[in-house]
């Protein structure tokens, strides 16, 4: 029946738009609702005439490829699918005549090979720089198309340029969403976002990374876990006491800063819980991430870059290591064996280091190079 | 009774309303007429405790809608019926409850008639463990109840309702964890910008925008970051631009960190340049970041939080705020002064903050207490 054929082609239309692996099946569908043999579905540039997106049926992919490559060039309804206002369909005969047809490459030979010769073409997409269009292809055998076909294409049409409009919006969001995760994957300190029910709506890189050395933080399937009770305890207190909080209390927000023990010996983990109220859906089964957990790891934080110390004090290479090796603690004699100097050498260096920092003092002289810190992972 | 065009026109109406939840009034009045009903409800359960997340109505009088809510989860037969149906489940009266029945319960017989309904057919988009979604038509005693033909087209649109609920979720999805990762970025003491290929800012976070108020070193300009310090300004044009250079493969090769001075203060801000490559690629339209940049503001760096010092070594009240000046390059006798202690008092502290921490060389304290600095704003 015509009616349920038409029904399941917008149902696919608007699938593809959610999934576009699913554009293939939907302009089949579309292909053969409307009476064709192949259909398009086109960006293009303004400015070019040149597609940018393309996606079909029924056009063999290295057709599909040289198309893109060079032959769109010779599309001569290029120009006037770009004219074409938004409400209005487009056909053949409307451009060209069966003369100028055999007269063009693209129709003569290009479309003969795939055979394909007629078109009906709507507008899905349409701004300053860019167009888009769906189009129904037809074989020679089938002729021009008719009255019909003209009007189902144009019933389908406003659900193509739903669906695109999904795919650009989803496409959009998503985007803005990566370029966040991916901000956040660059920092040396774990991040999580924390879902009411305790469920890890998203963990960065360098969180992950310090769940995989399994030394006492955890990321499960039900949430974030860490191994030390007592962290664990002061964990679930804070995302309790963020749960309590009604919108419009953030600024009372208590903020939580404890320590929580790793696995192994060594200087515990800092861990902060902030809220992070999401409106009115803090509802338990909400999706949103209510809570944010940073988890810094002091064994693997990076010293100030020797790069930076040599360039803002003008350190040489030996200054500007010792620099380094008193930020991460170790002691002048410490340093001196593993590098195999002598003690005078190292005091020489300590001193033009703390002439060219103008830091007379041990702690002044550590705090300004703990200053230097790249909060990030290196590059 | 309801033409193609009738239909057609309902779906467009429909996928518009998962574009633009503004968009559900439009929709369910369609959805009304088509199905000789009048009115339509769209309504989102959460199911533990059961309570609406949303509420989209046609042809319900405000005020009504209001009672309609109080009432309707307590004593409509609906409800726990409604509760049994499965995702893509179309239902109606008659499946629950006979005539007879209807003048018995108190919804139908004394609720309804007062909002001018009776009747109803639903269906079901989606029904998981945490969530319950329906959309209905009601009508009036004298619409009398739906018939087959309603029955079918409720059916026909079901999936379509589904697709726009699923647009929907998947937009607020993404906008939620974006706008959560804006808010986690927002927590971070270190200012933090995304910059697009032709430098201009596409995003800058609290701390950015705080540390631009004193205009000292560097000013935030939609156009891009300028820079003061000519060198700074240089490094930072480089930076930007082997960033843009990178290919894809390249992520983990590209920036560059580098000091900007002030003005107003000899110590300078520390600047991190990150590259931020797209995933996939994007559409010309979509504004697009290319790099990130951290900068760092030492004079907001913050120390330990006091209640965490005091917990993590058990230090007491005075001890805590010792190590915190000590950490910010207070010199003893500076501190003594400070606070308005002898200076043998502020030994004392310090020989039991040594002792506490397991320090004995004061460059050890602050390394370790450094350790302890939150990565993280002190609201």
Not at chain 1, 232 to 257: C, M, N, S, T, Y
Not at chain 1, 329 to 337: H, I, K, P, Q, V
Not at chain 2, 166 to 187: F, H, K, M, P
């Amino acid at each position: 029946m015509q009616g349920d054929n038409l029904l399941a082609t917008i149902e696919a239309i608007h699938a593809a738009g959610l999934d576009e692996s699913l554009w293939p099946q939907a302009l089949a569908a579309t292909a053969r609702t409307v009476g064709g043999n192949a259909a398009t579905l086109e960006v293009f540039g303004k400015q070019t005439l040149r597609p940018t997106q393309m996606y079909s049926f029924g056009v063999p992919r290295h057709e599909e490829i040289a198309y893109l490559a060079q032959l769109a060039e010779t599309n001569i309804r290029l120009p006037f699918v770009a004219e074409q206002p938004l409400d209005d369909m487009l056909w053949d005969f409307k451009i060209v005549d069966e003369g100028a047809m055999r007269r063009s490459p693209f129709y003569a030979e290009f479309l003969a090979r795939m055979d394909m010769r007629y078109f009906v073409s709507g507008i899905v997409h349409k701004t300053a720089d860019e167009f888009a269009a769906v189009c129904v292809h037809r074989s020679a055998k089938m002729g021009h198309i008719e009255r019909d076909g003209i009007a189902t294409l144009r019933a389908l049409v406003p659900h193509v340029r739903q669906a695109f409009d999904v795919a650009r919006r989803l496409k959009r969001s998503g985007d803005a969403r990566d370029q966040l995760e991916r901000t956040l994957d660059w920092l040396a300190d774990g991040v999580a976002l924390i879902r009411a029910d305790g469920a890890v709506v998203y963990a960065n890189d360098s969180l992950q990374a310090m769940a995989r050395r399994n030394d006492g933080v955890h990321l499960r399937k039900h949430g974030f876990e860490l191994a030390d009770p007592a962290g664990q305890q002061k964990f679930a207190a804070a995302l309790a006491a963020v749960l309590r909080l009604k919108i419009g209390e953030l600024r009372h927000a208590p903020i939580a800063d404890f320590i929580a023990a790793r696995s192994s010996p060594g200087q515990p983990y800092l861990v902060s819980v902030r809220p992070l109220i999401a409106g009115p859906a803090s509802a338990p089964a909400s999706p949103h991430a209510v809570a944010i957990v940073f988890v810094r790891d002091p064994l693997a934080r990076n010293p100030a870059a020797t790069d930076t110390l040599r360039e803002l004090f003008g350190l040489t290479e030996a200054e500007a290591v010792l620099a380094q090796a008193l930020q991460s603690g170790m002691t002048l004699s410490e340093y001196a064996r593993r590098r195999a100097l002598s003690l005078n050498t190292v005091y020489t260096h300590l001193r033009r280091l703390r002439e060219k920092t103008g830091c007379s003092r041990m702690p002044e002289l550590i705090h300004k190079l703990n200053e230097l810190r790249v909060p990030l992972r290196r590059y | 009774m309801a033409t193609r065009d009738d239909l057609l026109a309902t779906l467009e109406s429909i996928h518009a309303a998962g574009l633009d939840e503004r968009e559900w009034p439009a929709a369910l009045s369609a959805v009304t007429h088509l199905l000789g009903a009048v009115a339509a409800t769209f309504e989102e359960f959460a199911k533990t405790p059961l309570q609406h997340r949303a509420f989209h109505t046609f042809g319900l009088p405000p005020l009504r809608e209001l009672e309609y809510v109080d009432q309707y989860i307590a004593c409509s037969p609906r409800i726990p019926a409604g509760l049994t149906w499965r995702t893509g489940r179309v239902a109606w009266d008659y499946q629950i409850l006979d005539e007879a029945a209807m003048r018995r319960d108190i919804f139908y017989s004394e609720f309804l008639p007062r909002c001018g309904l009776r009747y109803s057919i639903a269906a079901v988009l989606l029904h998981t463990p945490d969530e319950f979604t329906v959309v209905a038509a009601q009508r009036s005693a004298k619409q009398g109840h739906v018939d087959r033909g309603e029955i079918r087209l409720m059916r026909q649109l079901l999936p379509h309702l589904q697709q726009a609920y699923d647009v929907a979720a998947r937009l607020r999805g993404n906008r939620s964890i974006g706008e959560s990762l804006e808010r986690t970025l927002d927590w971070l003491a270190d200012g933090v910008a995304l910059i697009g290929a032709d430098g201009a800012v596409v995003y800058a976070n609290e701390s950015l925008h705080e540390i631009a108020r004193d205009a000292d070193g560097f000013r935030l300009k939609k156009s891009g970051i300028e820079f003061f310090d000519p060198q700074a300004r240089q490094r930072f044009g480089a930076a930007l631009a082997a960033v843009l250079r990178l290919k894809s493969g390249d992520v983990e090769h590209g920036g560059a960190d580098f000091v900007a001075a002030r003005s107003a203060h000899p110590q300078p801000y520390l600047v991190s340049v990150r590259p931020l490559l797209a995933a996939r690629a994007s559409p010309p339209a979509s504004p697009h970041a290319a790099a990130i940049v951290f900068v760092r503001d030492p004079l907001t760096g913050g120390t330990a939080a006091t209640g965490t010092l005091r917990e993590l070594f058990g230090l007491t009240e005075a001890e805590a705020a010792l190590a915190q000046a000590l950490q910010s390059g207070v010199t003893l006798a500076e501190y003594a002064r400070q606070r308005a202690l002898s200076l043998n008092t502020v030994y004392t502290h310090l020989r039991r903050l040594r002792e506490k921490t397991g320090c004995n060389r004061m460059a050890e304290l602050i390394h370790r207490l450094n350790e302890l600095r939150l990565p993280l704003r002190g609201d």
